[in-house]
């Protein structure tokens, strides 16, 4: 009996150790009190959501971790502007991640229409393509036929197609799936802002670009492979410093699409022009291996923060301007074994994972930014990275008041301030995360 006993305690421990360092079970933002909200059009008034947002139970297996979600994130989704009648809407989804992902080294495998990925605070990724191809009975402004998804020649690009109906954290439902199909950090964000959208809905993303260090892990591909943001280390070993991962696609120099990037003959698209300009479809691309630092499926074997041992990961490729870059995150092809995630329920032994412990925050001294400083009728504060447990914020006087205080939840990017009923003069703001507390002070001038 004190065998078995033994036994029993050493598989509790062992599996006890897996779930703490296993970046497949302990990425996720797990979250039971924060709630979604959305916009409506032509509304700049948040609307407050009943449904929990980000991951709300993890669990794990020896081979999978099974995460529940409702598919909602802590940043406001919508107004969509293209007609799209569809709201974030609550999934009850279950995925089912594996926890030791194999490389496929059979054809490799196409990305599919719908969720291929899921980011951790439960929302899907999809891929490059919005569901419609060309065919010659397509109407010029379409790009696609009236009334079908076309003949599956000509793939139109979700990002240049769909802009119009993107909210400002980039994403859009389908069906009330809110999903992204590119890089999850808000519009306003980037270099060069090439949406209106947060001028009047302003939201977040999952995370803020931030130049100076490795982007945090962002989501699993279908295939279990980690999904990353857009920085990381130069070489494939960890070393050469942290820059902008690149993308190996590049626009292919056309004027008609009479055949793929291959030489492959097929039913001829429409000529490149005004309405349907490069980069207008999938096959406008070609992949050259000394474009960029990643594969064909936008991803690469390295070292990361989260592998120091290395494994293969994707990356979300944006511009020098921070704006999007084909293709995206993953595809057109996975790197590894795909099967589609989705199950309806967990049908085998599994243990939760609670991700409370301060031991188990794995980020480094908090990195933010306050602006503008000094401050007239606002202030932000803007995490640079990822927050992964709420930060408290507090506004304090010189006499130790304090005069404005709120918090930054997991999955969200900053906090916005209304200093106009506040005296002229100094005052220190204080951030409080679960490893330190950093002061910074803060003077309004009005």
């Given at each position: 009996m004190k065998k078995a006993l033994l036994s029993i305690s050493t598989l509790i421990i062992s599996s006890g150790l897996v779930a703490q360092t296993d970046p497949a079970i302990t990425s996720w933002l797990q979250n039971n009190t924060i709630k979604g909200s959305h916009y409506v059009s032509g509304n700049s008034t948040v609307i407050d959501d009943d449904v929990l947002a980000n991951v709300q139970q993890v669990q794990f297996s020896a081979n999978f971790v099974y995460v529940s979600t409702n598919g909602i994130p802590a940043y406001p989704t919508g107004p969509f502007l293209d007609g799209n009648p569809s709201?974030?809407?609550e999934q009850n989804a279950i995925y089912k991640i594996p926890l030791s992902p194999t490389q496929n080294t059979g054809t490799p495998t196409n990305t599919t229409a719908g969720t291929i990925a899921i980011f951790i605070n439960g929302v899907s990724l999809y891929d490059y393509r919005d569901g419609v191809s060309y065919s010659l009975t397509a109407s010029a402004d379409q790009g696609g036929p009236t009334g079908g998804s076309g003949d599956g020649v000509w793939n139109r690009d979700a990002i240049p197609a769909e802009m119009d109906g993107f909210d400002c954290s980039k994403g859009h439902p389908a069906m009330g799936d809110y999903h992204h199909h590119q890089n999850p950090s808000a519009f306003k964000l980037d270099k060069t802002v090439v949406s209106t959208i947060c001028n009047m809905y302003d939201a977040e993303g999952l995370y803020t670009i931030n130049a100076s260090a490795h982007s945090p892990l962002i989501g699993f591909a279908y295939d279990g492979f980690p999904i990353y943001g857009a920085y990381g280390y130069d070489n494939t070993d960890g070393t050469g410093g942290i820059v902008r991962i690149k993308s190996s696609y590049k626009l292919r120099n056309i004027t008609v699409r009479t055949e793929y990037a291959d030489g492959t003959d097929v039913?001829?698209?429409?000529?490149?022009?005004?309405?349907?300009?490069?980069?207008?479809?999938?096959?406008?691309?070609?992949?050259?291996?000394?474009?960029?630092?990643?594969?064909?499926?936008n991803g690469r074997f390295c070292v990361t923060p989260e592998y120091p041992n290395g494994?293969?990961?994707?990356?979300?490729?944006?511009?020098?301007?921070?704006n999007s870059a084909y293709p995206y995150a993953v595809g057109p092809t996975f790197y590894g074994n795909y099967a589609d995630r989705s199950v309806s329920s967990v049908s085998e032994t599994v243990e939760p994972y609670y991700a409370t412990s301060i031991s188990e925050v794995q980020s480094s001294v908090l990195d933010f930014s306050v602006f503008p400083?000094?401050?007239?009728?606002?202030?932000?504060?803007?995490?640079?990275?990822?927050?992964k447990n709420t930060i408290q914020l507090e506004l304090i006087s010189m006499k130790g008041d304090v005069v404005r205080s709120s918090e930054i939840a997991q999955g969200t990017t900053i906090w916005y301030l209304d200093t106009k009923t506040l005296y002229n003069g100094h005052y220190v703001l204080r951030v409080i995360d679960q490893e330190s507390v950093t002061t910074q002070k803060v003077v309004l001038s009005k």
């Open positions: 709201l974030a809407t039913t001829d698209g429409p000529a490149v022009g005004t309405n349907f300009p490069l980069g207008h479809y999938r096959e406008d691309y070609e992949y050259n291996a000394t474009n960029g630092h990643l594969d064909e499926h494994i293969y990961a994707y990356f979300c490729t944006v511009d020098e301007n921070w400083n000094p401050a007239n009728d606002f202030i932000a504060v803007q995490v640079n990275g990822l927050v």
